[in-house]
């Protein structure tokens, strides 16, 4: 028993020595699920010597609540879209850096440099930008697809295999754009039809789920899947007779960014890891893996031809992408409601 | 004199025993048998292989796997070690020492771990930490992991202990041996297969937990449950299953285990735990 | 020391007397703070604020259980109307529970009955293979429910194979799945408590009924049924407690649209709501009703202990 004990204690401490140092030499990393090929985390730390963790999410907002309910501090970079990179330097959740830090600064794209949510780029840069719609299993459905009805107002064939992001910025922005009004409209008329909008299309919806929403695709548990521009790609390559709508309403774009988070437990090696990204080869990688664009000057001399050439990557000239708005807290409190009430 | 109709036998119930075990097995089974399946598509047949097998330890996730398989080890370990020291200490206390004051509260207490529904101490634990400002990480799973276990180690203890009369002891003190000698020399050996039995099912207890190290793990901190959760999510992928395989086998091995080892003890004493 | 025992003749629990509460000490320690203390503490959380866009503001607020409640409207600035969402949700839970429970006794008692009447080796080979599921990592075995009736999984594959279907039935993400899987985790929790009831089983008392000319339909339901009822009520319990807080079964097998008060929690939390004064308030509503049941089970045991001495 003596013996146990000792044992269990020392154990205890070293526990205790493990979980409290940050100890030289490591990254860790906050990002979205399925997004970051190990080759490239792998290629890191033989480089820098750095021992990289990395913990996922599934949607902005998640991300948020966890930093703001304590993970803050325990991680040194995450990977927020355009909208939500404003409201979390809004919160106090960022640290800025300045050029000089970043050898590679110059290579990020001069139409991604100055933007507007986070002009200049003092706490962020481009990790991969693509679009959000939904993907169509063609085997189920041969009709015009280039419509949002096909998530809002389906057509009998569809009704309930349809699978929706579990992702509010995106949802709420297609509602906008499918009763063609404002993003974050202040008109108590208009919050009051997206909400109608949302509680009259969920009976069609079999789930709302991000982390599924290429698997359903594949085993056709769903025919029509809201999804990101990437995962519609890997969704085919894996079987699933998709196509990606670019609706005549309007579609999401976005551009994903690695922020520098405040503190940072190990800021250095979060700024060797952004410059690390910044390589035009490294960003290359990545847009090989995740199938969007990078937003790197250079890196196309290393992309893979198909992932260049995907239709999900190549939309239509007149088509309309809208970036998703960051609400004001008034709007934003009625948003929360109505999510609520889509997801209760 | 034989009576005609069997009073034990009715109608059905053995057609329902065997419904019950083919339900409880079939789900397992069928993941079993697919973990071994060669082709890519986890829906059709394409012949018997080990290359999912090969894909845990040697594939893209490999290393997260190890680490998270090292990470539940590590503190199933510790954390069956201490509960079991602890729910030793308790059943000696419970069962051998006489009325004491808050002797009732403690076996409540003891017992109420499971009582608690285990999302329901998850938050608790979650908030808990979190208001007191106690950095997540490998201390916060260990410490909720104890919480849980004591009660699973304590009831094969305390269930060998009350078949051991303490005649042993007495003889013992008889003998002018300290009460801590008897205790060591005595008790401890007499009890040693309840609390080996106690300790592999905190162990197999610690390890299978999901839902309180979801909430309670640190930045870039899996177990293995939380790994398969996290991969599963996603979509049931082959490697999945036969990761899922291996530590089912672990399971029954364990549990297997921790009964023959009970047998063993009733057996050499002839007494009913 | 050794002196101890001759102050007075030895009884067989007394050999530590007086150690009893140092004994005690850990284990009031470890559960005290790290269990009963957390509770409290989740207690006052569910009367604090909620911050705008996720955390806590140390403020005391009644919202969380208003917003479990009652509902203001989109804007907040309506009447309050009972809000049934969350009635509904902890409604679906009970069913639900009360569903398996029922199940995992019908399968459940006959089983634990013709365990226990088995001898020797068949009784310990039937027994230990009730006992390996309950041991065996519930993730796993959720995981293992769902690729199994999924739309193109091998329940449907051989279904529509063997020509009882044309099309897969859809199982994956409905109420049934879930049900599936709460009757499926917790099955052998309902086995186990009969099967020790029915062991202490007298049979002469069924021999006795047959000798009066009992029908075995009599002798089941009112001589077996009341003598086993305590293992049949903890079994219960021990189906319907976990079951009203499962989490991994809603998860996993009933998507978001098929919430249950674990999924319900576990979204405040993890999920994108980040609103901990709701999810504390609504684990406190979880463990109340679980203390409820509890409280009727030991009056129960009580009257059952005195009813058979």
Redesign the interface.
């Given at each position: 028993?003596k013996h146990?004990?000792k044992?269990?204690a020392s154990?205890?401490a070293l526990?205790?020595a493990?979980?409290?140092a940050h100890a030289e030499g490591k990254l860790?990393i906050?990002n979205w699920?399925?997004y970051m090929p190990?080759e490239l985390l792998d290629k890191f730390s033989a480089e820098h010597g750095i021992e990289v963790?990395?913990?996922?999410y599934?949607?902005n907002?998640?991300m948020?609540?966890?930093l703001?309910?304590?993970?803050l501090?325990?991680?040194d970079v995450s990977v927020p879209g355009d909208y939500m990179v404003k409201?979390m330097a809004s919160?106090g959740l960022l640290d800025t850096f300045s050029k000089d830090e970043l050898s590679n600064f110059g290579n990020i794209e001069p139409k991604w440099v100055d933007v507007s949510f986070d002009p200049g780029r003092k706490s962020s840069i481009p990790y991969q930008w693509g679009s959000t719609s939904f993907a169509v299993n063609r085997d189920a459905f041969s009709g015009d697809i280039a419509t949002t009805d096909m998530i809002f107002n389906p057509p009998a064939e569809l009704k309930g295999k349809i699978n929706v992001l579990?992702?509010?910025g995106e949802v709420l922005a297609f509602a906008a754009l499918h009763l063609g009004i404002p993003q974050c409209s202040t008109d108590?008329e208009q919050?009051?039809a997206v909400?109608d909008l949302l509680q009259n299309a969920?009976p069609h919806?079999?789930?709302?789920?991000s982390?599924?929403a290429?698997?359903v695709l594949?085993?056709?548990?769903a025919d029509v899947g809201m999804i990101w521009s990437g995962f519609s790609a890997k969704a085919r390559e894996e079987?699933a007779n998709v196509e990606y709508a670019f609706p005549k309403q309007g579609y999401v774009v976005w551009m994903d960014n690695v922020v520098l988070l405040k503190d940072a437990p190990n800021r250095e090696n979060a700024l060797k890891f952004m410059n690390f990204l910044l390589e035009p080869e490294n960003a290359a990688t990545l847009t090989n893996f995740a199938q969007y664009t990078a937003g790197v000057s250079g890196s196309g001399a290393f992309l893979n031809p198909t992932v260049a050439a995907l239709p999900e990557s190549n939309p239509p000239a007149d088509g309309n992408g809208v970036f998703v708005q960051a609400c004001s807290?008034e709007v934003?409190?009625?948003y929360d409601?109505?999510?609520?009430?889509l997801?209760? | 004199m034989a009576r005609k109709v069997d009073l034990k036998r009715f109608p059905g119930f053995q057609s329902m025993t065997y419904l019950c075990l083919i339900l409880l097995y079939a789900p397992l089974l069928i993941v079993m048998v697919y973990s071994f399946n060669d082709s890519r598509s986890i829906t059709s047949w394409g012949g018997i292989s080990l290359r999912w097998y090969e894909d845990v330890f040697f594939g893209l996730e490999a290393e997260k796997f190890r680490a998270a398989a090292f990470n539940s080890v590590v503190i199933a370990i510790i954390a069956a070690i201490t509960s079991t020291t602890i729910a030793t200490m308790a059943a000696t206390g419970m069962l051998r020492a006489g009325k004491f004051r808050g002797k009732s509260f403690s076996f409540a207490l003891i017992n109420l771990p499971l009582m608690v529904p285990e999302i329901v101490t998850a938050v608790a634990t979650l908030i808990f930490f979190s208001a007191i400002g106690f950095n997540a990480g490998y201390l916060t799973i260990l410490i909720a992991h104890i919480v849980f276990c004591i009660p699973f180690a304590y009831l094969p203890i305390a269930a060998r202990m009350q078949g051991i009369e303490d005649i042993y002891e007495q003889a013992a003190q008889d003998l002018y041996a300290t009460r801590f000698e008897a205790f060591k020399l005595i008790l401890l050996p007499l009890m040693a297969p309840g609390i080996l039995s106690g300790f592999l099912l905190a162990f197999i207890i610690s390890l299978d937990d999901f839902i309180i190290t979801n909430f309670v793990k640190g930045a870039g901190i899996e177990t293995l449950p939380t790994a398969i959760f996290g991969a599963a999510k996603q979509g049931i992928k082959p490697n999945i299953m036969a990761i899922s395989t291996l530590l089912l086998l672990v399971s029954v091995v364990f549990v297997t285990l921790s009964y023959l080892i009970g047998r063993m003890g009733q057996n050499k004493n002839g007494k009913q735990i | 020391m050794a002196g101890a025992i001759s102050s007075g003749p030895p009884t067989s629990t007394r050999t530590y007397q007086g150690l009893g509460q140092y004994l005690m000490l850990p284990s009031w320690v470890i559960i005290g703070f790290f269990l009963v203390l957390p509770v409290g503490m989740m207690l006052i959380y569910s009367f604090l604020t909620k911050e705008f866009r996720g955390g806590v503001i140390w403020e005391f607020s009644l919202s969380a259980y208003d917003q479990f409640f009652f509902d203001r409207g989109l804007f907040g600035d309506e009447p309050a109307k009972i809000e049934w969402t969350y009635i509904t949700i902890f409604w679906r839970s009970i069913w639900q529970a009360a569903l398996a429970t029922v199940l995992c006794l019908i399968i459940g008692f006959p089983t634990a009955w013709f365990i226990a009447t088995r001898s020797g080796r068949n009784k310990a080979i039937l027994l230990f293979l009730i006992t390996i599921p309950y041991w065996v990592n519930l993730l796993i075995r959720t995981i293992s429910m769902k690729f199994l009736i999924r739309d193109t999984g091998p329940l449907n594959t051989w279904l529509i194979e063997f020509g009882l279907i044309s099309e897969p039935l859809h199982m994956v993400n409905t109420n049934f799945a879930v049900q599936l899987g709460l009757f499926y985790s917790y099955l052998p929790f309902m086995v186990l408590p009969i099967y020790a009831s029915v062991e202490r089983y007298n049979n002469s008392l069924s021999e006795a009924a047959a000798d009066l000319y009992a029908s075995k339909f009599v002798i089941l339901s009112k001589i077996v049924l009341p003598m086993v009822k305590p293992g049949i009520i903890a079994g219960c319990i021990l189906v319907f407690v976990p079951s009203l807080g499962a989490f991994l079964a809603p998860d996993l097998l009933g998507g978001a649209k098929n919430f249950m008060i674990g999924s319900l929690i576990e979204e405040q939390f993890k999920g994108n709501a980040g609103n901990w004064p709701f999810g504390a308030a609504a684990s406190m509503i979880l463990l109340s009703m679980v203390l409820v049941v509890l409280l009727f089970y030991a009056r129960a045991q009580d009257k059952g202990g005195q009813n058979h001495g």
């Open positions: 028993m146990m004990l044992l269990g154990a205890l526990m205790l493990t979980s409290t860790s906050y699920f399925e190990k963790t990395m913990d996922t599934d949607s907002e998640s948020l609540a966890a703001k309910a304590g993970k501090g325990s991680y409201i919160e579990d992702s509010q108590r919050l009051k909400n969920k919806w079999a789930s709302i789920s982390d599924i290429k698997d594949v085993s056709r548990e079987g807290e934003q409190k009625v409601t109505i999510w609520t009430n997801k209760k | - | -």
